[in-house]
């Protein structure tokens, strides 16, 4: 079945650095796009960035709110997606989810158990 397990949250400065990891398996890794999403506490879960399947040549997208500060990146051999995530700032305070959406007569979002990323000012 389809697991997605997240790694790296943590609690940094203002400023700081974190790098989220999102290993899976279960599926053909590089033929589905890899997000990743964010929750706030009292808020609604919201995206954060995508990057294509091998197919599309791993085209990648961001939320304007991430643009110029987080990069994505995936491991197609190690069934594994990366966030890199620099200048954080408070309102970056967040718990991060992996995803992956499987299309089909009955589509299916699978996410991970989510990580907490937590930025003090």
């Known amino acids: 079945q389809v697991e997605l397990v997240e790694s790296g949250g943590g609690l940094v400065q203002d400023g700081g650095s974190l790098t989220l990891s999102c290993v899976a398996s279960?599926?053909?890794?590089?033929?589905?796009?890899m997000k990743w999403y964010r929750q706030a506490p009292g808020k609604e879960r919201e995206f954060v960035a995508g990057?294509?399947?091998?197919?599309?040549?791993?085209?990648?997208f961001y939320a304007d709110s991430v643009k110029g500060r987080f990069t994505i990146s995936r491991d197609n051999a190690g069934n594994a997606t990366y966030l890199e995530m620099n200048s954080l700032k408070p309102e970056d305070t967040a718990i991060y989810y992996c995803?992956?959406?499987?299309?089909?007569?009955?589509?299916?979002?699978?996410w991970g158990q989510g990580t907490q990323v937590t930025v003090s000012s």
């Open positions: 995803n992956v959406h499987v299309p089909g007569p009955v589509p299916v979002d699978y």
């Open positions: 279960g599926f053909t890794f590089s033929e589905y796009s």
């Open positions: 990057i294509g399947s091998r197919e599309s040549g791993h085209s990648i």
